[in-house]
Structures are given as structure tokens and as C-alpha cells.
């Protein structure tokens, strides 16, 4: 096993370590950095409950590897809220929509919502269930995470949502 030194930007942070070449870029985030946000929910590129931000795409961190991030800019769940705290509009629709219920997918769902809602600001339901299709929950039935999105969205622009959760 060799090791690599890597430097990139962590929600906005500049991060310099040292990884073994097979470290998986989820467990980096994880045991390395403390970011738990992003978890692990079947390590075979499938559920998206590991999904983070890696220079304006979307990717699923089980499935990369942490040198791979190299010189990247990269957020996760724990970057998407305002400095002082305040939520993004999607941590508020989410909230507000009841778009969780155990939440182990809403970091990754939220993530990529974000990236989402970059690609597409006013995406439809259809759009939105399409654009998070890497995204599996267990819980919800996926309705109020789409209305949700759509909250956000909707706030994002300047306006606001007013049909209810289901
Ligand atoms: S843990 Fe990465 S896609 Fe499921
Ligand atoms: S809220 Fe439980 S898996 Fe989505």
C-alpha cells in the first residue's frame, strides 16, 4: 500500500493529509475528517446515501477513492448551511415538507438536491424524481422529499410553495 499526499478544499476549508492509495473517499470524510453527514448505506454505488459535491457534480463518495479528490473543491451535508448557521432552502423544505422520516438518506438526498437545483433551478416533479433517482429512501415514498425540493426551489427563486406535506 503506498501513500499519497493530497490537498483540497473541504466546505470551503483547506485540507492537506496523507491517504493510503486505496482509501475509499467516504471513509476519508468519515474517520479522517469527522464528517459523518455523508454515510454508508451499501458501499456498491447503489443507495446515494454517500453522495457528495466534488466540483460542481454529484458523486457517490463508496465509490471513489480519496486521491481522486485531489485538488478538488468538495462539500458535504455539513457545508450546506449558512456560516452562521442558517439552513439552505432545502434543509428548510425538507423540514418543512417532512421529506425525512429516519433520515440515513437525507444528507445524500439533500446533496444531491443541491446539485440538482444547480443544474435545473426550476426543475419539475418529474425532473426532480429523475435527478434523484441515485438516491434510494427506505422510509418515505419519496412524495414529500419531492415536494421538498420543489419548497426549495420555489424559495431559492423568490417565491414560496403553498401546497402542504402529504
Ligand atoms: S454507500 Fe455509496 S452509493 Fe450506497
Ligand atoms: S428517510 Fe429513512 S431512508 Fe430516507
Redesign the pocket.
Known amino acids: 500500500m503506498a501513500a499519497h499526499q493530497i490537498t483540497l478544499t473541504i466546505n470551503g476549508r483547506d485540507v492537506a493529509a496523507e491517504v493510503d492509495d486505496r482509501m475509499l473517499l467516504i471513509h476519508f470524510l468519515r474517520e479522517r475528517q469527522g464528517l459523518t453527514g455523508p454515510h454508508v448505506g451499501c458501499d456498491t454505488s447503489q443507495c446515494g446515501a454517500c453522495t457528495v459535491d466534488l466540483d460542481g457534480r454529484s458523486v457517490k463518495s463508496c465509490t471513489m477513492f480519496a486521491v481522486q479528490a485531489d485538488g478538488g473543491s468538495l462539500l458535504t451535508i455539513e457545508g450546506v448551511a449558512a456560516p452562521d448557521g442558517t439552513l439552505h432552502a432545502l434543509q428548510e423544505g425538507f423540514r418543512e415538507m417532512h421529506g425525512?422520516?429516519?433520515?440515513?438518506?437525507?444528507p445524500g438526498?439533500i446533496t444531491r438536491a443541491y446539485r440538482l437545483l444547480q443544474e435545473n433551478p426550476s426543475p419539475t416533479d418529474e425532473e426532480i424524481r429523475w435527478g434523484i433517482s441515485g438516491n434510494?429512501?427506505?422510509?418515505?415514498g419519496y412524495q414529500n422529499i419531492v415536494k421538498a425540493i420543489q419548497y426549495a426551489a420555489a424559495k431559492l427563486q423568490g417565491g414560496a410553495r403553498k401546497e402542504a406535506a402529504e
Open positions: 425525512l422520516q429516519c433520515g440515513f438518506c437525507t438526498m434510494l429512501c427506505r422510509c418515505t
